[in-house]
């Protein structure tokens, strides 16, 4: 069984953290899973954003640009 849509963003950054969605796993029987995030999320991802921020004030207020 495998699940390909679980987000981490309820908790820190940290090994122990996505440790405990592993050891969900296991224990749910999966034999695969996906550890997804927003990208939107990151300082990393920032410049993807320029062009979406210069859209409308709706999305500049909501990605805080």
Known sequence: MTDV????ER???TK???D???????NSGMDE???LEHSHRFVEFAPMYASICEYS???K???QC
Do not use: M, R, S
Not at 5 to 8: P, R
Not at 20 to 26: D, L, M, S, T
């Open 11 to 13: 908790g820190p950054y």
């Open 16 to 18: 122990e953290w996505i």
């Open 33 to 35: 899973i996906y550890l």
């Open 61 to 63: 207020n909501w990605y």
């Open 20 to 26: 405990k969605f592993v050891k969900q796993a296991v």
């Open 57 to 59: 004030d709706y999305q």
């Open 5 to 8: 849509h679980i987000h981490i």
